[in-house]
């Protein structure tokens, strides 16, 4: 599902063993409705961070313009497949690495089209920071923002992926219909702020806003010129995202990176992101539910081989004594001393989004469970509690069905073992989405494995 997954290995192998530097590391989704402008500033951070040559540039506009798709060619350094290209639309989740002074940054481009939403939350389940982008063009931010468009699904699927910090760009304020008006700007902030409070963020400690545009590289790497925006002091979005405080994870507590994907390459090659604990050369590993006993051959971070890794990081790991066919994404590679539980049954809080054509949702309701990297169908077997969300506390009255907005304690069920953990020991491991027929119709956590 994660574009740009092949290691060039022999010539990094080549150079040597190079620790992890000492520079903060942190990965970033960008996210927001279709045509936002995820890809263009993507695909303009990299050429600002000089990591594509004016040719490679001129390259991409022609191909942009043979495909009738003029204003794409800042996209395409991010959208490498041809599907992608021709249609102009984000399929799979793209990888991107640059560096300011202080950070070293993985970039995640996730698709914004609705169909795509499964890539989505895999790269949001990866990232600590969000960008979430927002068209300020005549009719798109509306379209975004609206009941069903994905303005609002992503920055829900967002918070309880774990995206525990949001950067709201104001994009395209370069348009005709826009033209850096303020208050435009600040017609799009006073609608969000409210809706992101609801959807469970601390707009005043964990969101900033800014205004950019990703087209003309405007208020991106360099802090806006007063001559194209006037009214603008704020930050730019490198320094916003420098200034970005993520949360700690123990370098030292058990090992769990949940797999996303693997490939053969001189043995089995997993990726993910550490969660929690720290991985070297040379251990001992498990991959759960399996239980198979692994021994790790090499690290990969970014596209360097280092001797040891730690919470954070988005890392290729080859292993020993497993066959790639033996591995799905979705099983978890961790501690041998502290495994991971694999379980069929846990009890969840639930907030019920929005249910398909008003349905109830009771006992028998089935849906597609989303938790860190697993998929899996799941049914839920038993309504245990309402929760007044007012009150948070537990309703007395036996709970037989819900309906949209309620709270709900209830058992559910999956077919195979997945790996999980409740969401007070291990948050990234212990939150997850419900979605049925494409939607997403509720979000949870793990509060008890079965
Ligand atoms: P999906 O991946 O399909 O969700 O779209 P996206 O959010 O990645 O959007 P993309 O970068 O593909 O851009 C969509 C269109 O918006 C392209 O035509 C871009 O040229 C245009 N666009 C993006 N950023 C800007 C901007 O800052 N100003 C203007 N005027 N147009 C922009
Ligand atoms: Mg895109």
């Not at 846990?346 to 019920?352: C, D, E, G, W, Y």
Request: one cysteine or more; a neutral charge.
């Amino acid at each position: 599902m994660v574009k740009d997954k092949k290691i060039t290995t022999s010539a990094h192998e080549a150079l040597g063993e190079i620790e992890s530097d000492k520079k903060r590391h942190f990965n970033v989704v960008f996210i927001g409705h279709v045509d936002a402008g995820k890809s263009t500033i993507g695909g303009q951070i990299l050429f600002l961070s000089g990591q594509v040559d004016d040719r490679t540039i001129q390259k991409y506009e022609k191909e942009a313009k043979d495909k009738s798709r003029e204003s794409w060619y800042m996209a395409y350094i991010m959208d490498t497949n041809e599907e992608e290209r021709v249609k102009g639309i984000t399929v799979e989740v793209g990888r991107a690495y640059f560096e300011t002074e202080t950070s070293r940054f993985t970039i995640l481009d996730a698709p914004g089209h609705k169909s795509y939403v499964p890539n989505m939350i895999s790269g949001a389940s990866q990232a600590d920071v969000g960008v979430l982008v927002i068209s300020a063009r005549k009719g798109e931010f509306e379209t975004g923002y609206e009941r069903g468009g994905q303005t609002r699904e992503h920055v829900q699927l967002a918070k309880t992926l774990g995206v525990t910090k949001l950067l709201v760009v104001v994009n395209k304020m370069d348009d005709p219909t826009v033209k850096w008006s303020k208050e435009r700007y600040d017609e799009i902030e006073s609608k969000m702020i409210p809706f992101l409070k609801s959807s469970g963020y601390n707009v005043k400690k964990d969101v900033q806003f800014l205004p950019i545009s990703g087209l003309i590289g405007a208020n991106l790497k360099t802090r806006m010129d007063k001559s194209i925006c006037s009214w603008w002091n704020g930050p730019c979005l490198f320094e916003a995202l420098d200034a970005v405080e993520v949360p700690f994870r123990d370098p030292k507590g058990s090992f769990r990176m949940p797999i996303i994907d693997k490939f053969k390459d001189m043995g089995t090659v997993v990726m993910g992101k550490v969660e929690c604990g720290s991985v070297c050369e040379g251990d001992s590993l498990m991959v759960m539910p399996n239980k198979a006993q692994v021994k790790v051959l090499a690290v990969f971070c970014d596209e360097d081989r280092v001797k040891r890794a730690g919470p954070g990081e988005n890392l290729r790991v080859r292993l020993s004594a497993v066959e790639e066919e033996d591995i799905l994404s979705g099983f978890v590679l961790c501690s041998v001393a502290n495994p991971i539980h694999g379980v069929t049954e846990f009890v969840s809080q639930l907030q019920i989004l929005e249910l398909l054509d008003n349905a109830i949702f009771t006992a028998g309701y089935k849906a597609v469970l989303h938790i860190h990297s697993v998929v899996e169908e799941c049914e839920i077997v038993e309504l245990l509690q309402q929760i007044d969300p007012k009150t948070k506390k537990p309703m007395k009255k036996k709970v037989l069905f819900v309906k949209n907005g309620a709270v709900v304690v209830c058992r559910i069920q999956v077919n195979n073992l997945i790996c999980i953990e409740k969401f007070s020991d291990f948050p990234q491991l212990g939150r997850f989405t419900l979605r049925t027929e494409g939607k997403t119709i509720a979000v949870g956590k793990v509060t008890d494995l079965a």
